[in-house]
């Protein structure tokens, strides 16, 4: 009879367990879809739109608290956007934003382009002028090799 008990036992804990996991998900669900809505609210209440331009490069971005405060302030901190501004002034801020970071990149850029191979001849008279006997036969050997590579 013991036997009976614990088999119903456990039919009723893993049925618990079901559920329970269930409601785990089924909460989870509500909560994302909740912040999702708070988000969008909390980013138009600063004057932006979190479906396009720079308010949806900010909503996407922020993963802060949903309190329009620290939206705020992160906002300026990060982008020196202002709340409170319309979201054609703040598409402007952005976009000098971001062309200052493309000019930047490109400055970045045009510093570590690569310098380019030097002349294999110069380095070949080099060795030779410079070097032993040795090292200027093993270069000529290597650029005979390199030529009938390059042919």
Known sequence: M????????????EKGEESFRDYTKRLEK??????????TNLFKEVGLDPTQGTGKMAA??????????????W??????????????QNDTVAAEKIMES???SQTIQQQSASIGEEDP????DEIVKNGSPSE????KMYMQDRMKKEK
Request: net charge negative; hydrophobic share 30%.
């Open 2 to 13: 013991t036997e009976e008990v614990k088999d119903t036992d456990n039919v009723s804990t």
């Open 30 to 39: 509500e909560n994302k879809e909740l912040r999702s809505y708070a988000k």
């Open 60 to 73: 996407d971005l922020y993963s802060g608290k949903l309190d329009s405060t620290e939206l705020s302030s």
């Open 75 to 88: 906002l300026s901190d990060n982008y020196g956007i202002n709340a409170d501004q319309n979201v054609n």
């Open 102 to 104: 493309d000019a930047k």
């Open 121 to 124: 001849m110069q380095i070949l």
């Open 136 to 139: 200027s036969i093993r270069a």
